[in-house]
């Protein structure tokens, strides 16, 4: 068994039979509700991990490639803010880091000493970031963090002239709807001090027929993705889902700006769920909803600046103008 050289700290750990405790009260409630859902949350078990990994792979999932094209471009200066002085990188749902790499590595040239602390709920997450990152990266420390990002954000603090980059990437903000968005930045303002920064990666409102495709591949994978919950849900809480008897089906709203994904029931049916100790009605044509991807346009991210308390410092867009992250002060 590999030895790892950093310990991972978890804050306020959740024990496997409170996971569990929560996954069966979450679908009861979801499942029972009008409409139906199931919290995008329970999509990352090892399988839909997996099933993420080549989502991001996709010719139509342009999100990364956008992102990473923005930082291999910009990720300099980026760093040139913090250039000669001692940095904490603080990475909220650091996943694989793979874009992150791009930061620490410009920091490490502009002659900063750094701290890296990727932040994810999922310790298996942390086990294989940091066995990749000790392999592929010398002179920065990791300190990874199993919590929940403001759990997380209370705990560390940063000592003498050390300054804080907390980068938030891959539009993950895009989980939120904009009222969510703006109040999660209005809870980080409290943690970004006067020489500090806020990293926030926004996929922003475009080509309807560009978004939804990223949301609904030609390959199936997307679709896979989705019916791995139904799949999750009978093998840990003793379901009966028959997945033929369901159809993936996503679509995007201009208006809103929102992408949303739904399993649609194609006839009626009977699904119980022992450990839930439910049996759902679905009539023909009902639908479950699976995840909401909010795009934002640009007024949007200057209103959530203003409210929040923040300036833009910086805005770096990709050659389309699909994707950009907004360096916040």
């Given amino acids: 068994m590999r030895t790892y050289r950093a310990e991972i700290l978890e804050i306020a750990p959740l024990l496997a039979a409170d996971q569990r405790a929560a996954f069966v009260r979450d679908v009861r409630h979801g499942l029972t509700s009008d409409p139906k859902r199931l919290h995008s949350l329970y999509f990352y078990d090892d ?3 997996m099933l993420f990994q080549r989502i991001m792979e996709l010719p139509e999932y342009y999100l990364t490639r956008a992102e990473t094209e923005i930082l291999c471009a910009h990720a300099g200066a980026i760093a040139a803010r913090f250039a000669g002085h001692p940095v904490v990188v603080i990475d909220l749902g650091a996943g694989d880091a793979t874009k992150t790499d791009l930061i620490l590595n410009a920091l490490r040239d502009a002659g900063c000493t750094v701290t ?22 010398t002179g920065i420390a990791v300190r990874p963090v199993a919590a929940e990002y403001f759990d997380a954000l209370r705990t560390l603090h940063t000592v003498g002239d050390e300054r804080r980059l907390i980068v938030f990437l891959g539009s993950n903000i895009g989980n939120f709807s904009p009222d969510r968005a703006a109040e999660f930045l209005v809870k980080l303002r409290p943690h970004v001090r006067e020489h500090d920064a806020l990293l926030v990666g926004f996929d922003l409102q475009k080509d309807p027929a ?39 089906y996503a679509m995007y709203d201009p208006l809103k700006g929102v992408a949303r994904s739904f399993l649609v029931s194609a006839r009626a049916q009977r699904v119980r769920v022992a450990d839930v100790e439910e049996t759902i009605a679905f009539e023909a044509g009902e639908a479950i909803h699976t995840e909401d991807s909010w795009k ?18 910086a805005e770096y867009m990709d050659e389309e103008n699909r994707f950009v992250d907004v360096v916040l002060a």
């Fill in 296 to 313: 934002y346009s640009r007024r949007n991210i200057r209103t959530f600046a203003s409210v929040s308390g923040f300036s833009i410092a």
């Fill in 47 to 49: 399988v839909g991990m």
């Fill in 116 to 137: 890296y602390i990727p932040v994810d709920i999922s310790r298996a997450t942390l086990e294989h970031l940091v066995e990749r990152f000790i392999e592929t990266h």
């Fill in 210 to 248: 560009m978004i939804l495709r990223a949301y609904n591949d030609a390959t199936g994978v997307t679709a896979e993705f989705n019916f791995n919950l139904l799949d999750r849900i009978n093998r840990e809480l003793g379901g009966d889902f028959d997945r033929r008897a369901f159809r993936h």
